[in-house]
């Protein structure tokens, strides 16, 4: 019973994180699946399976709030489940300790262009508006998607960073879209593995404690990053894809490296990252104050002001 709280707890927490960020649900719960001695195919088969629930109410949250671009979803959903199938079904005899690496430091080169483009300065705006083509969006979507099946988790670490960087479209829906789409990947990838596996190490409870967790969060993930200024929500992603990155780059598949130097580069990492948070924070309240929008409710509270004041 524990056990499955735990679970739930996680599952919660989890779908807080990538419903507001875009990513994070897979790895976070397959890595305490894994760290409980189910093995990679089962977690990442639990993981989907519950993922089909919460992406479902991910997605009619963030409809529900504006952040969903049809198009993106249907042209990087649609070769995201191409993907995830392949990906289910071939994760028994595929070979992805070579592969990480390379995609950590790919993505990490996203994350930094990210968090610093945003940090420094803001929205990219001069391309907001302009079509995701689908030459782009095929091709990522279906590596987003095998990425995503055969490691546990992948969809928004890859789909993200890569939307963000175009500048095309503006974080929140860059969120909901990827969040939705998530839905057609996580179902591809459950057919896959039942296919290739059946039932086999995979429990329902799990499954169902995952789900009720996520449920819960999802709409409360929505609505957070519908009110959070893009240039502040560009910093958190950014500084999310560089830190989940660095820990795979310095892992044993990877660079290896001793406990005390992985500490000392998580600090530098974190002080980074709250920095630019708060840099971010910062300028967007200045930007604000001299935007024009703002002067006629300066002049409303000057006018409280007057009226208030003794003659």
Do not use: C
Not at 18 to 46: E, H, K, Q, R
Request: glycine share 12%; no cysteine; proline share 5%.
């Amino acid at each position: 019973m524990r056990k499955l709280v735990l679970l739930a707890i996680v599952g919660l927490l989890a779908q807080l994180v990538d419903g507001s960020l875009g990513m994070a649900y897979g790895v976070t719960t397959t890595t305490l699946l894994l760290a409980i001695g189910t093995n990679p195919a089962a977690a990442s088969a639990t993981v989907h399976l519950a993922e089909i629930g919460t992406t479902l109410a991910s997605g009619a949250s963030h409809w529900r709030f504006g952040n969903v671009d049809w198009g993106v979803v249907l042209k990087i959903g649609i070769p995201g489940a191409i993907g995830a199938f392949a990906g289910a079904t071939f994760l028994s005899s595929l070979d992805t300790s070579t592969a990480k690496p390379v995609m950590a430091v790919i993505l990490l080169a996203l994350g930094l262009y990210v968090l610093g483009r945003f940090t420094l300065k803001g929205l990219r705006t001069d391309r907001l508006g302009q079509p995701l083509r689908k030459r782009f969006l095929g091709p990522l979507g279906l590596f987003a998607g095998f990425v995503d099946a055969t490691g546990g988790g992948g969809w928004g670490p890859v789909g993200t960073p890569a939307l963000l960087a175009s500048g095309r479209i503006e974080p929140r829906k860059t969120i909901g879209s990827i969040d939705t789409s998530e839905f057609l990947v996580s179902l591809a990838a459950s057919v896959g593995f039942l296919l290739a596996l059946g039932s086999q190490g995979i429990e329902a409870t799990w499954v169902v404690a995952l789900l009720l967790g996520g449920l819960i969060a999802a709409p409360i993930a929505a609505w957070f990053v519908r009110h959070i200024p893009p240039r502040i929500l560009g910093s958190l992603v950014g500084g999310l894809i560089v830190l989940t990155n660095s820990r795979t780059l310095m892992g044993k598949d990877a660079l290896a490296l001793d406990s005390g130097v992985k500490w000392v580069v998580y600090g530098v990492i974190w002080a980074t990252w709250i920095a630019a948070v708060v840099w971010s924070l910062k300028q967007h309240r200045l930007e604000r104050a001299a935007s024009p929008a703002s002067a006629p409710e300066r002049d409303e509270e000057r006018d409280d002001e007057l009226v208030g004041s003794p003659a």
